[in-house]
């Protein structure tokens, strides 16, 4: 399913920047990477996502759907998929426990979609402030079985120009749901934002999308498997491809990690607060650099080995009580001295205040070394 | 240098635009800006607000804890938002609504009758204009000229008749400010 791409969503004057919040700009970067469906239900802080794709999905001629409930939303993805559109659809935190079922569908069946979650406080209800608290949701699959989704964690908007291309054209290549890990501050933030660089993935050829059988073989997707051996052959074929995502998928950035003795872990909005209370560190000689995973899973497990030649100090920093520690330290197993500071329920910690406390943690530890 | 800014009102009185007005202008001058509206659970008349940050480098967090700036718009954010202000920090007041006897010793007040100065341009809907050009005159954010030259840009397609309003009430409010 071929979509022709119109920049006219946006004032679309080239290398001129707009303001635009996280939630639209997600919006457009899809519409310019060739979304042809988009299914959502609304939840605040990701409601503006839903609200700019409804409008310019119209214009387009593509499909919007305001659905009935976020169940409903994965499964019209589910569908759209399996006859070939580039699908997508949005929530934020209790809307994604909703959507696990389908999307441990979607990972079965091997089919490609992309879904977003602008995280919010939790759990239950929780609130509308931003968090990263569904971070071992996303990265351990979320759903029932043994699955992976590939987990991408941009932190700003312009950011997202260069994620959710990628997110299409990984879903695709793999055939495979991604999950674009955001928060509230990502979506309801604005921040200048240029598309310039935003092409339409490749089209993959799509052999086994069941678009009527007229001239060919039948086909058929589904994830119903009750020889039980058929089921074990299908799950290692999975893990497979879980392989080769690891192998050549993983994406992170590194901030001042050349002299560094200490290095920060953190994703998303909370790398951006950490890159500030780094940048104020080192203003007072203070060795700190970070590590910022742009792939959740695959999460980059060797840079931090590697690192952990020469450096013995980490500290991990999240928005939730204590989830992305758990992938430092399998990365790190057992090496180096990993230091955490993390608040959940919505709260937006201060660059001030992650400088006091990483200073402070950084001082205890040269301490340590010396005696 | 990064400057915060806390815009806060009634809904309706234009707050948010404000905000988005300096944003804009800000990314039109090079600058790094981010801007964060309040999106928590509100009530129709009741308080709206939103965040500006300006910086000549990236911005690490578009939230201000502690804003060199705020706007106030009314009595409710008023009485909120000068408790959150950095020590020395500047407070502008729509002094049409707002009573500034409990004000904080530590910061500085700038009260300005905007509905009175708006009423004599012909319309209080340009309130909030003729604020946001008292607070560029008393923090210098931003370039006031350059942002009269890029008027037609801020406000967007199919407002080009409404130049001429924003720009007498963005200099009312400049040019009342003393240096």
Request: with cysteine.
């Amino acid at each position: 399913m071929r979509c022709h791409v119109s920049r006219s969503g946006y004032r679309g004057d080239e290398n001129l920047k707009k303001l635009m919040s996280g939630n639209a700009a997600l919006g457009e970067a899809a519409v310019l990477s060739g979304c042809s469906c988009y299914f959502g239900y609304p939840i605040t802080p990701q409601n503006e996502l839903t609200e700019y794709m409804a409008k310019r999905m119209n214009e387009l001629g593509r499909v919007f759907i305001q659905s009935e409930s976020e169940i409903a939303a994965i499964n019209m993805v589910l569908g759209a998929s399996v006859a070939g559109a580039r699908a997508m659809t949005s929530s934020s935190s209790p809307g994604m426990s909703l959507k696990q079922e389908g999307i441990s569908y979607l990972a079965a069946d091997e089919l490609p979609a992309v879904i977003v979650d602008m995280v919010r406080g939790g759990p239950g209800m929780g609130n509308i402030s931003p968090a990263q608290s569904d971070y071992l949701q996303a990265t351990r699959g979320g759903g029932h079985g043994d699955y992976k989704t590939i987990v991408l964690a941009p932190g700003s908007v312009q950011e997202l120009t260069k994620v959710v291309p990628l997110a299409f054209d990984l879903a695709d290549r793999y055939r495979n749901p991604v999950v674009i890990l955001g928060d509230g501050m990502l979506g309801q933030m604005m921040e200048p934002v240029d598309f310039d660089n935003v092409q339409p993935p490749k089209e993959y050829p799509k052999d086994y999308i069941l678009t009527g059988a007229k001239g060919r073989p039948s086909r058929m997707i589904r994830s119903l498997l009750f020889d039980t051996k058929e089921e074990e052959e299908h799950n290692w074929k999975l893990v497979r491809k879980y392989q080769r995502m690891e192998q050549n998928e993983v994406r992170y950035e590194t901030f001042l990690t050349d002299d560094a003795e200490m290095i920060v872990i953190a994703y998303g909005i909370g790398a951006r607060i950490a890159k500030g209370a780094i940048k104020r560190l080192r203003q007072e000689n203070l060795k700190v650099g970070m590590v910022r995973p742009i792939t959740a899973w695959p999460f980059p497990a060797a840079v931090l080995q590697e690192f952990a030649r020469t450096v013995h100090e980490f500290f991990v920093f999240e928005m939730s009580a204590g989830q992305l520690i758990e992938d430092v330290k399998l990365a790190l197993n057992g090496r180096g001295h990993i230091h955490f500071y993390g608040r959940p329920g919505g709260i937006i910690p201060t660059p001030v205040e992650l400088y006091r406390i990483i200073g402070r943690h950084y001082y205890m530890a040269s301490r340590r070394e010396q005696s | 240098m990064m400057t915060r800014t806390i815009f806060s009102g009634f809904g309706g009185q234009g707050v948010l635009s404000m905000g988005f007005t300096l944003a804009n202008a800000a990314m039109l001058e090079g600058k790094y800006v981010t801007y964060l509206p309040s999106y928590g659970v509100e009530v129709r008349g009741g308080t709206a607000n939103c965040t500006v940050v300006v910086s000549d480098e990236e911005i690490a967090s578009p939230v201000a804890s502690e804003p060199e700036f705020v706007v106030a718009m009314n009595q409710p954010s008023f009485n909120r938002f000068q408790n959150i202000l950095s020590a020395g920090g500047l407070i502008c007041v729509n002094a049409s609504l707002v009573n500034t006897d409990v004000a904080r010793s530590d910061i500085e007040v700038l009260s300005i009758p905007t509905t009175e100065l708006a009423e004599r341009l012909g319309t209080t809907k340009v309130a909030n204009m003729i604020m946001l050009g008292a607070l560029i005159k008393a923090s210098g954010i931003i370039s006031f000229d350059d942002m009269i030259k890029n008027l037609g840009e801020l406000l967007g397609e199919g407002k080009a008749k409404l130049i001429k309003l924003n720009k007498e009430a963005l200099e009312v409010g400049f040019n009342y400010v003393k240096e």
